[in-house]
């Protein structure tokens, strides 16, 4: 009720959710029976959570930001949610986002920008603005997001809020509306590390409907934030520092609020150790060639057909009617996109973009390999910039892109990776935050790290 009565005080400015369940006490009455009757639940059990509008859910529309799915009810709840509910977490609504996770800022959702709690004037990171702006607002104490390029990461530090990344096949896929399948993870958006690792072990694991899920079995998270809050952990951590990502390409409070944070790691006992991983540069450049064309592909399926909207073309053909529906369902950032990625897959063109990508992409894995080799956790900043205005950067596509810049190698190379506050910009005032990657299958060192530092 706290949290309903919060959303409806600040959700009118804020605007994170597109959907408030009209069930959510129910659902938390149903919990307390469940506990009543003997059911051994977890320490989740009754919390509240926000669920990024990209996951399904059988009870509350999906819409992934888009008209085209204006309304859309699943037939299936995603894995996540489904194991969300079935841990006692009460679902409280769906969270706004750029639509189908395009975008680094919110303004992309075909139903209106969400606003950075810390500045109404100001965006609140994106894809996954929705989430994060909940979870800074105390909408909502827990929420899931997805990261594609820093979706999960670059939102929770533009909003002081921790967000992490898992490791590709962490946690399933299924059920989350498909931007580029071979980037896309779900995971949380919490105020703190305990709190991202507690619905880490609820919502991680081997899922068989999704046939890029790990087999393997996790160690807890939890177990690992609450060694990282308790002990000397930094003692001894290599901490690696990209050599090649200049200080210049950061604004100077978020630079300065990066090497305190270095400063203090050193001060509990880390050792930072330089790196060199020169392919990061051409991340960016990669990922909006690998992006498109996954997406390109993915969202063929939004046919008029078999999903959503249809708008009717009297006397028209099927190809009329598809034509029609997509120009009128789809928003600018999404057709861009398609243009881009079936461009860059065409005959012809294929082996110059796609499949150029694709070697960077392998460069990046090797970059990440060699590093690894030589230091337990990489660090960077997690975006070049703190929240930048609402229409700052809505016409110009490039310098929205390059916000991703620090946030897109894990999503190349499938390693994890979580971003904890680090103090307000001392230019700005805004929140920063630090970005930890670990190697693959590593997301205990995550938690531990981001715990200790916390
Ligand atoms: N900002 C990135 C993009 O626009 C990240 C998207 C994401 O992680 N979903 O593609």
Redesign the pocket.
């Given at each position: 009720q706290a949290h309903l009565d919060r959303i409806a005080e600040v959700d009118g400015d804020v605007h994170a959710f597109l959907h408030v369940s009209d069930h959510a006490l129910e659902a938390a009455e149903a919990v307390d029976r469940r506990r009543a009757a003997g059911e051994e639940l977890g320490p989740v059990a009754g919390v509240p959570l926000a669920i990024k509008d990209?996951l399904v859910t059988t009870d509350m529309p999906s819409t992934s930001g888009s008209r085209i799915l204006e309304g859309y009810m699943s037939p299936f709840d995603a894995t996540v949610v489904a194991r969300a509910r079935a841990a006692g977490l009460v679902p409280l609504g769906k969270t706004n986002?750029?639509e189908?996770?395009?975008?680094?800022s919110t303004e992309?959702s075909a139903y209106g920008p969400t606003r950075n709690p810390w500045d109404l004037d100001r965006i609140p990171g994106?894809?996954?603005g929705g989430s994060a702006a909940a979870v800074a607002a105390f909408e909502a104490p827990l929420a899931l997001g997805?990261?594609?390029?820093?979706?999960?990461r670059?939102p929770a530090h533009v909003t002081g809020t921790v967000g992490v990344?898992p490791t590709y096949g962490g946690v399933s896929r299924y059920g989350a509306i498909a931007?580029?399948s071979s980037?896309?993870q779900i995971g949380p958006v919490t105020r703190t590390v305990l709190d991202s690792a507690l619905l880490h072990d609820v919502v991680g694991g081997h899922d068989p409907h999704d046939a890029t899920s790990l087999a393997d079995a996790w160690p807890s998270f939890a177990a690992a934030a609450r060694e990282g809050a308790r002990g000397d952990v930094l003692k001894g951590l290599r901490v690696g520092v990209v050599k090649e990502l200049p200080d210049s390409g950061f604004q100077p409070g978020v630079a300065e609020s990066f090497r305190a944070a270095l400063e203090t790691l050193e001060a509990q006992g880390a050792e930072i150790v330089e790196v060199s991983a020169p392919h990061f540069e051409y991340a960016v450049a990669a990922?909006?060639l690998i992006?498109p064309a996954e997406a390109s592909s993915n969202l063929a399926k939004f046919d008029s057909v078999r999903f959503g909207m249809r708008v009717d073309v009297p006397g028209g053909t099927v190809e009329d009617v598809m034509s029609a529906t997509r120009d009128a369902g789809f928003g600018p950032?999404v057709k861009r996109?398609i243009i881009l990625g079936t461009y860059a897959l065409s005959a012809g063109y294929y082996d110059a973009y796609y499949g150029s990508a694709q070697k960077v992409r392998t460069l990046i894995q090797q970059d990440f390999a060699r590093a690894f080799a030589d230091v337990d956790v990489i660090a960077t900043p997690t975006a070049p910039t703190t929240a930048f205005r609402i229409g700052e950067k809505i016409d110009d596509p490039l310098s929205?892109?390059l916000?991703?810049l620090t946030?897109?190698p894990a999503?190349l190379a499938g390693v994890p990776g979580i971003s904890i506050p680090s103090g307000l910009a001392s230019d700005d005032g805004l929140p920063t935050g630090i970005q930890f990657l670990a190697p693959a299958r590593e997301d205990v060192r995550l938690y531990r790290v981001g715990a200790a530092l916390e």
């Open positions: 990209v986002m750029d189908f996770a395009m975008g680094s992309h994106g894809s996954g997805s990261d594609t390029g820093g979706s999960i670059q990344k931007l580029a980037l896309d990922y909006y992006l950032e996109r929205m892109y916000n991703d946030t897109i999503n």
